[in-house]
């Protein structure tokens, strides 16, 4: 133990009161023995530091920060070296603000476009996010303050988030679902990690040992520090045991009391605890050490300017028929839609920065060199009806020469706590753009949200600019992209399909009760698409330029693929080249390719570069469930070099000696997997790749309702004050949205509605305790009057043991926190 002096001098009590908040984002403080707190902030694309009321739903304003573009759009750039300097930026910005733990990047993979945290997420593809991941963490980390990937591990959707069980099998998981963890942990060095709130095959994240020791400790050696998602603790205890060193926020040292106590009794070791006080302590000295330097304001105008280059390279062009982009000088150009006006540039939720700017459209297209011949809103960006403002937009369309139309989601539909209820954008944009498309044909569509949608309307527009959500300065950035002044490279992270219906997980996402099952297995993406044949819109990787680019001279070493490419076009532009890997042997199911590699290059008309992909651990290995370790079949692989996965230019194939394994499967049980048409796998044959029965999925309505259950299931309690209180919910929630509070209507309802009541505990920093809650579980299943006096004498009891004793963490800033 590196700190071994210090813990000696520590009480047990003082070293129970480290692993748990001192506050909403602090950590404890050690005063007599020199052990300062430490802030941990959200969040991914900018920092959200909390000047006065503290909550983890973006609610209360925070500092303004650089609010760079957020990840689903970062991922387009398949630049590491962009990601790691936009981390450093990220890095300076904590520093400044005395930030020593940045929450973010989240990776979690994106298994059906609906989950409302996609846009927070880089992409579909486990490699492609974790080395991004890992370029971020290094330039956050290059500051001295610590990074924090999120939401370890299966975290894919945000219906009952804090306490859905996902099912899912081995393989898949160590494939799809904790690669991109491992290469954030492995190549990132990331010192900090937050588990995730659901359940990973029956056990909570935080306490499953599995994923806590057996992987992240051992296999990974991370010895870094692990901090649950705000809310998230469920047994405390156990989390500990499973390595856990940190609970946040607050819980007033109640837990603290929970681990003492479990000490004392000898349920566990003190040495467990120790090894916990240790690395947090490594956390808080190490991180420390970056404000010993006397703190500088950052550069504003730089980072925002950083903002821009990022979003610059992250752009993706979908669709340019009869390069319609770049925009000739001096064309009649009619700006049309909401979102020209109001820049939809983030998503809602814990990541929400307060941008120090904010670029705007209309102020900007003079500076492009834009000639605009007018702006019309077009159509209401909820989606209510408005025929005048399409009127309106018509008449200003049929004057122009190009019309652009900005269309997108809305704020209120891509947030944290909320998944989305469809793939649609809003119909009045669909109807605006068959409307504009019969007075003038010549229509570019500027897209603006953080995951896939369907997208009816791509016949009526010449030019499709996908800006994703691209932070404070993404308006500028499009507008560039637009007149040409940069050439466009982003390439989509993610596949669209073309009807929701055929996504993969559709039949299975989202788990609406007890849990969720993965029965696609490690089909999700362009891994699904692509074996299956199911046609796309637009696939894994695909993105256009303002020039070409041609691929030539391939050859393998045993090291990796070498190859030229040229800009064969007439201006200078980047280029994202993408190694696929297939494997030509049956024996075991995979899926037809699977990106093992990148690079992006810069290129003047004419110029060629010769590159080389190497390979790493990661080229040919599978997860075998059999010997529970990577392997390599000795098979004949096929190396592929694509502008993207659906575009592949030159291919090779290379024979690989493998580890000898023995087969993990009976291929005549798993004939959904060996083909790859995965979207809709029986129970049974789920069950045969799971290799045992699944846990039942829905709720038994019978039994009293406990501390994991959420509010939610008040629906169908057996106290009828509980099952008013659910109604009162559900009225708040369509009231607020019919009064126009949207975002409040959602985040505070939907978080509450899928909160466990333990969360009542947890996230009220000393409000209510576990004894207290019991009596509101009284309540709620019916025993109204016995309830209510447990609650009040529980809360008379603590208030006077917190007098009385003077407790460890009496929490002093529970005061303006909401849940
Ligand atoms: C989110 C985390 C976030 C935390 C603190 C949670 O609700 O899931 O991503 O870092 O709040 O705001």
């Not at 596949?495 to 969720?516: L, W």
């Not at 045993?558 to 064969?568: C, L, R, V, Y």
Request: glycine fraction near 8%; aromatic fraction near 10%; charged fraction near 25%.
């Amino acid at each position: 133990m590196k700190y071994k002096d210090i813990i000696n001098k520590m009480t047990l009590e003082e070293k129970a009161s480290l692993m748990s908040g001192k506050d909403f984002w602090q950590t404890q403080d050690v005063e007599r023995l020199g052990i300062p707190n430490i802030y941990l902030a959200d969040g991914p694309h900018g920092i959200r530091k909390q000047k006065d009321a503290a909550d983890h739903l973006g609610l209360n304003p925070s500092i303004p920060a650089t609010c760079f573009p957020t990840a689903a759009t970062v991922a387009n750039s398949w630049n590491e070296e962009l990601g790691e300097k936009m981390g450093e930026y990220l890095g300076e910005e904590a520093v400044t603000q005395k930030v020593n733990v940045l929450l973010g990047p989240g990776i979690n993979m994106k298994r059906s476009p609906l989950a409302g945290r996609n846009f927070e997420y880089f992409s579909e593809d486990p490699y492609l996010a974790g080395k991004l991941a890992a370029s971020m963490i290094k330039g956050i980390q290059s500051h001295g303050i610590s990074a924090c990937v999120k939401h370890f591990a299966v975290n894919n959707q945000e219906e009952r988030r804090m306490s859905i069980d996902t099912v899912v099998d081995e393989r898949t998981l160590r494939e799809i679902y904790l690669t991109a963890f491992e290469i954030a942990v492995m190549e990132g060095k990331t010192k900090t990690v937050m588990s995730a709130y659901n359940m990973l095959n029956g056990e909570y994240t935080n306490e499953n040992t599995h994923l806590m020791r057996e992987i992240l400790r051992d296999e990974w050696n991370f010895e870094g520090v692990v901090v649950t998602d705000w809310g998230g603790s469920n047994d405390r205890v156990a989390g500990l045991v499973a390595g856990n060193e940190l609970e946040m926020p607050t819980t007033a040292g109640e837990t603290n009391k929970e681990i003492v106590a479990a000490i004392q009794a000898g349920k566990i070791k003190e040495e467990v605890l120790d090894e916990c006080v240790d690395r947090l302590l490594d956390l808080i000295f190490t991180t420390q050490e970056a404000f010993n330097k006397p703190t500088k304001e950052f550069d504003v105008q730089n980072h925002h300017q950083m903002a821009q280059v990022v979003a610059e390279e992250s752009i993706v062009l979908l669709k340019n028929d009869e390069n319609i982009l770049p925009l000739p000088k001096g064309k009649k150009v009619a700006v049309i839609g909401d979102f020209a006006k109001e820049a939809r540039y983030q998503g809602a939720g814990s990541s929400i920065v307060n941008p120090t700017t904010l670029e705007n459209t209309l102020e900007s297209l003079e500076e492009a060199g834009i000639n605009s011949i007018g702006f019309e809103q077009g159509f209401d960006r909820y989606g209510k009806k408005n025929n005048t403002l399409m009127k309106k937009a018509v008449a200003l369309a049929e004057k122009a020469d190009v019309v652009l139309v900005y269309i997108g989601l809305d704020e209120v539909t891509e947030a944290e706590g909320l998944d989305r209820q469809n793939m649609s954008i809003p119909q009045n944009q669909i109807e605006l753009v068959n409307a504009l498309y019969e007075v003038n044909p010549n229509i570019v569509a500027i897209l603006s949200c953080g995951a896939a949608v369907e997208l009816p309307f791509v016949n009526k527009v010449k030019g499709l600019l996908h800006a994703y959500l691209s932070g404070q300065a993404g308006a500028k950035a499009i507008l560039r992209i637009l007149a040409g002044d940069v050439s466009p490279s982003g390439k989509l992270a993610e596949t669209y399909p073309i009807r929701y219906e055929d996504t993969p997980a559709y039949h299975q996402f989202p788990g609406k009760e007890v849990s969720v099952e993965y029965r696609e297995g490690p089909f999700i993406g362009y891994r699904y698409y692509d074996t299956a044949n199911v046609n796309v819109l637009y696939p894994f990787g695909y993105g256009l330029s303002y020039t070409t680019f041609e691929y030539t001279n391939m050859n393998l070493s045993k090291d990796g693929a070498t190859f030229t490419i040229t800009n064969t076009g007439k201006v200078a532009g980047r280029e994202a080249a993408q190694l696929y890997v297939g494997c030509s042997s049956d024996a075991i199911f995979r899926p037809k390719k699977e990106l093992k590699g990148f690079t992006k290059v810069f290129l003047y008309p004419g110029e060629s570069k010769t590159v080389t992909i190497p390979f790493d651990d990661k080229t040919f290995r599978y997860f075998n469930v059999v010997t529970n370790k990577w392997e390599i079949e000795e098979a004949e692989y096929v190396i592929m070099i694509g502008a993207s996965s659906a575009d592949i230019r030159l291919e090779e194939s290379l024979f690989v000696e493998g580890t000898g394994a023995p087969l993990p499967y009976e291929k005549e049980k798993l004939p959904s997997y060996y083909s790859g048409k995965a979207s809709n796998v029986t129970l049974a044959e789920f069950e045969n790749l799971l290799g045992h029965k699944v846990p039942e999925a829905k709720w038994d309505r019978t039994k009293p309702l406990g501390y994991n259950d959420t509010i939610a299931q008040c629906q169908y309690a057996k106290g009828m004050f509980a099952r008013f209180a659910f109604k009162a919910i559900k009225f708040s929630h369509s009231f607020l949205w019919k009064i126009g509070k949207r975002s409040t209507a959602n985040l505070i309802m939907m978080s509450v509605y899928h909160m466990p009541f333990r969360g009542m505990a947890r996230m009220t920093g000393g409000i209510m305790n576990m004894p207290m809650l019991d009596g509101v579980l009284m309540i709620v299943n019916g025993q109204f009057f016995k309830g209510l006096r447990h609650v009040l004498r529980e809360r008379k009891k603590m208030l006077k043991a917190a007098k009385g004793e003077g407790i460890i963490n009496a929490s002093s800033s529970s005061k303006g926190e909401v849940l």
